[in-house]
């Protein structure tokens, strides 16, 4: 009797697991994800685990409407299917210095990627006994990287394994948007002949744009936009105006998120609104004339990572704003109006992640990378 009822429980265990997932896939969570709803603007919003890889998942984007392309720090390129939730290894990436915070960083889909299949990454390239940030560019066929060859490699080599930048961004004129970090060489950032603690600007071939702010200068470096940067994590284009949004980590408190504009000067390590480990001042103090004033500065600080402008119709009332990652455990929401940020709110506190990436996927849903080397995304609850 007992042998033959087990198989009868089994069967409707799995009847009802499967209905349960066919509901959660319609957008209704199941029971297992009801612990994850939350409420912003009135909207009844979940979050979705769809996949846990062994590594951080540090960048994401996409390729068509169902695959996301994703990198893992320790070098590793991966496909998903967001229907599916199936994962798939790309070959042919870079060999990447891993040490420290080291390894692959970020990855962009040109806009013209369904005809010429081009990617962008960012890593840290490894150089004699130091290593660097670089950018490359490929083209993916049949899960493979073919062609691919470094645009653009640092001129800031350093043993120092941390402070790295490594977002990329490409606007509609197909300029490059590159950040670096100071690589914990603080004065990297004021000096023009550096490219530590930029952010920079190439032709999408890696050449340098003509109309950049320093080029022709014999005391700069030809690819520099903006300077006074410290660890810059978060880049992006807010759609509606062009402007170039910026977030970058400060020492001690003080973490910043910018309006970068060609050629000005963002201030580290003259100024900062972050302090030394002990509270003390560390800087010159938080204003000096011919230095750029942060849009948002977080004291104490919540260690930025990835940025988004919301433009989907699945969360109406979060309608143009900034989405912004923390490694501090939670997402950032941003309202602004014009160039002022007038309410932010913490999301997905008690998700209790650090939070690597946030990009909006063709879908118009939200979809959040951790250091814990999860993938999931934000969906309306019915």
């Excluded at 309410?343 to 879908?363: A, H, S």
Aim: charged share 25%; aromatic share 10%; with cysteine.
């Amino acid at each position: 009797m007992f042998n033959r009822t087990v198989p009868c429980v089994q069967k409707f265990f799995w009847i009802i697991l499967f209905v349960s997932s066919l509901l959660a896939c319609d957008g209704t969570p199941s029971q297992d994800l009801k612990s994850k709803i939350f409420v912003s603007e009135g909207m009844r919003l979940y979050l979705e685990e769809l996949v846990r890889t062994d590594d951080v998942v540090w960048a994401m984007d996409f390729i068509d409407s169902n695959t996301m392309i994703f990198t893992e720090r320790k070098g590793q390129l991966k496909l998903l299917d967001i229907k599916t939730n199936e994962v798939r290894l790309i070959n042919g990436g870079p060999v990447v210095f891993q040490g420290g915070s080291g390894g692959l960083f970020d990855i962009l889909v040109d806009p013209g990627f369904e005809t010429n299949g081009l990617i962008y990454l960012t890593y840290i390239k490894p150089i004699d006994d130091g290593s660097t940030t670089a950018v490359a560019r490929g083209k993916l066929q049949d899960d493979e990287i073919v062609d691919l060859t470094d645009l653009f490699i640092a001129n800031n080599v350093s043993a120092d394994p941390a402070h790295w930048g490594s977002r990329v961004v490409i606007d509609e004129d197909r300029y490059l948007f590159i950040t670096v970090g100071d690589r914990h060489i603080p004065d990297n950032a004021q000096d023009l002949k550096s490219h530590g603690g930029k952010v920079l600007r190439l032709n999408d071939d890696g050449s340098v744009p003509s109309d950049n702010p320093f080029v022709g200068r014999n005391d700069a470096v030809a690819e520099i936009w903006s300077y006074g940067h410290r660890n810059p994590q978060g880049l992006v284009i807010q759609p509606a105006t062009g402007l170039l949004f910026e977030q970058e980590h400060g020492p001690t408190g003080g973490d910043e998120i910018n309006i970068v504009v060609q050629g000005r000067n963002y201030g580290w390590p003259v100024i900062t609104y972050g302090t030394d480990i002990w509270g003390g001042q560390l800087a010159d103090g938080t204003v000096k004339v011919g230095m750029q004033q942060p849009l948002r500065y977080w004291q104490p600080g919540i260690a930025p990572c990835g940025m988004t402008f919301y433009t989907g119709d699945r969360y109406p009332a979060w309608q143009g704003n900034l989405i912004n990652g923390t490694l501090r455990g939670y997402l950032t929401r941003l309202v602004l109006d014009k160039q002022k940020i007038i309410n932010e709110e913490r999301l997905l506190e008690d998700w209790r992640e650090r939070i690597r990436d946030v990009v909006q996927g063709p879908d118009g849903l939200l979809y959040v990378s951790t250091e814990s080397g999860k993938i999931a995304r934000i969906a309306p609850a019915q």
